[in-house]
């Protein structure tokens, strides 16, 4: 027996300009509405324009949104549930259209009261995934309050996740020649977040580790280091080694090959196709080195699956936060693309 009305899934995502006009009012968006200098904008339009104009992160977390919202109405897709639910999965963003409150317009006039949301983001920081926290709260102020929605926790424990995370760490191996393997260092990385949050006990950088290391036991990887990427460019100290000068250090250890996984991300985007895919192939290339990349979940069947039990995890079990109690009162998301 179905329930009367859907369950909503929404997923949240960060938001990405579909033509290079929209570059500035996206960027003045991250930036709390202030505007940013023509040198930097035309510094972001420069690294758009060398990945194809444009990233496919819209076109990859509505596909996912899709796939899930099928899976997830699949009859006996959870045998632990006692009814067959309906579902309906939405994709909003943070920063760009469609905003996470148009979205949750949406939801309201499709009849949703209750929803289960998290952001496209494993890994916990009071600092970036409190900005999803504060657009829905604000969504739902400006609605009446219409839906319940505890936030999903973090979800970099979920076992199906890591087990994903192996698979593409063994086939990104396999770029390289069956005798030279071995000796491939496994670079695992994730964005970068100003050095302040340590002074709050956040979780993030001990997630990432904890992730890096489970991933590559079950991967049977034998060396692996961690190394932060894309930090923003606010004037004040963001957590490192960035990957550019890592390689550095990798390479003054006489390692040659490495194998780059971008686990903090799940999706190919401007972090991926521009700050690994470019800055860090042109930087292992000066240097000499061989460097892969892996594949990024996108919409692989796996990763809905990954996707499908978080939801069932959380309809099952609700936990209200995400580590923080008081994810709104947080400040502002940092500026990611001013780099």
């Known amino acids: 027996?179905?329930?009367?009305?859907?369950?909503?899934?929404?997923?949240?995502?960060?938001?990405?300009?579909?033509?290079?006009?929209?570059?500035?009012?996206?960027?003045?968006?991250?930036?709390?509405?202030?505007?940013?200098s023509v040198e930097a904008v035309e510094h972001l339009k420069e690294r758009y324009r060398r990945v194809g104009g444009k990233t496919p992160l819209l076109q990859i977390t509505n596909e996912v949104?899709?796939?899930?919202?099928?899976?997830?109405?699949?009859?006996?897709?959870?045998?632990?549930?006692?009814?067959?639910?309906?579902?309906?999965?939405?994709?909003?963003?943070?920063?760009?259209?469609?905003?996470?409150?148009?979205?949750?317009e949406k939801m309201a006039a499709d009849g949703v009261r209750r929803v289960v949301a998290f952001a496209l983001a494993p890994h916990c920081s009071r600092i970036s995934l409190g900005g999803y926290r504060k657009a829905v709260d604000?969504?739902?102020?400006?609605?009446?309050?219409?839906?319940?929605?505890?936030?999903?926790?973090c979800w970099h424990h979920n076992v199906q996740w890591r087990i994903m995370w192996a698979n593409l760490v063994r086939e990104g191996l396999e770029q390289f020649p069956e005798d030279m393997r071995d000796s491939v260092t496994v670079l695992f990385s994730a964005h970068s977040l100003p050095e302040r949050i340590r002074t709050w006990d956040d979780p993030y950088e001990r997630q990432l580790l904890e992730s890096s290391a489970a991933?590559?036991?079950?991967?049977?990887?034998?060396?692996?280091?961690?190394?932060?990427?894309?930090?923003?460019?606010?004037?004040?100290?963001?957590?490192?080694?960035?990957?550019?000068?890592?390689?550095?250090?990798?390479?003054?250890?006489?390692?040659?090959?490495?194998?780059?996984?971008?686990?903090?991300?799940?999706?190919?985007?401007?972090?991926?196709?521009?700050?690994i895919d470019v800055e860090a192939m042109e930087k292992a290339g000066e240097l000499g080195m061989t460097l892969y990349r892996t594949q990024m979940p996108n919409v692989r069947p796996e990763f809905i699956e990954v996707l499908a039990s978080v939801v069932w995890e959380h309809l099952e079990a609700p936990v209200a936060c995400w580590c923080y109690p008081d994810l709104v009162q947080i400040a502002p998301s940092p500026v990611t693309a001013a780099k």
């Open 215 to 275: 991933v590559a036991e079950r991967a049977g990887v034998k060396d692996w280091r961690f190394a932060f990427q894309s930090a923003g460019n606010t004037g004040e100290p963001w957590l490192g080694p960035d990957i550019l000068y890592y390689l550095e250090t990798l390479h003054a250890e006489g390692i040659k090959n490495v194998l780059s996984v971008p686990l903090g991300f799940v999706s190919d985007h401007l972090e991926i196709l521009f700050d």
């Open 138 to 153: 604000e969504a739902q102020e400006e609605l009446g309050h219409p839906f319940a929605i505890p936030f999903a926790k």
């Open 1 to 36: 027996m179905k329930e009367k009305s859907p369950i909503g899934v929404l997923l949240m995502a960060y938001g990405t300009p579909e033509t290079p006009d929209q570059v500035e009012p996206y960027f003045t968006h991250i930036r709390g509405g202030r505007t940013p």
């Open 65 to 104: 949104a899709v796939k899930l919202q099928q899976r997830l109405r699949q009859e006996g897709g959870n045998p632990s549930m006692s009814s067959v639910r309906a579902f309906n999965v939405y994709a909003g963003m943070k920063h760009w259209h469609p905003f996470i409150g148009q979205v949750m």
